[in-house]
Nanobody, 121 residues
Framework: QVQLVESGGGLVQAGGSLRLSCAAS????????MGWYRQAPGKQRELVAT???????NYADSVKARFTISRDDAKNTVYLQMNNLKPGDTAVYYC???????????????WGQGTQVTVSS
């Protein structure tokens, strides 16, 4: 199994910065791609950024040039550096990991519990 624990959320004024962290604990799974998603009240969950095991990244258009996703495989942690935050970034942010296990061999998605990010205007 894979357990993901997010941290770093909070309240920040527009134009400020936050860094989210997601630490993964694994049992019989190897993590492949990781990413961040967010969901605002009344809205569908949307992709924010992803990063593959090889380091390739992609971002939602709304956060390009402001957010940076990175990972530290030695610490089994993925980060989301958020700069120039806007009120529209307010949402619950969820960490996601795609992981491969065996017995049987399979690939599954795992999700963290979410961390609240609130940006005031």
């Amino acid at each position: 199994q894979v357990q993901l624990v997010e941290s770093g959320g909070g309240l920040v004024q527009a134009g400020g910065s936050l860094r989210l962290s997601c630490a993964a604990s694994t049992r019989f799974f190897v993590i492949d791609a990781m990413g961040w998603y967010r969901q605002a009240p009344g809205k569908q969950r949307e992709l924010v950024a992803t990063i593959t095991s090889g380091g390739s990244t992609n971002y939602a258009d709304s956060v390009k040039a402001r957010f940076t996703i990175s990972r530290d495989d030695a610490k089994n942690t993925v980060y989301l550096q958020m700069n120039n935050l806007k009120p529209g970034d307010t949402a619950v942010y969820y960490c996601n990991a795609e992981a491969t296990g065996d017995l049987p061999v399979r690939t599954e998605d795992f999700w963290g519990q979410g961390t609240q990010v609130t940006v005031s205007s």
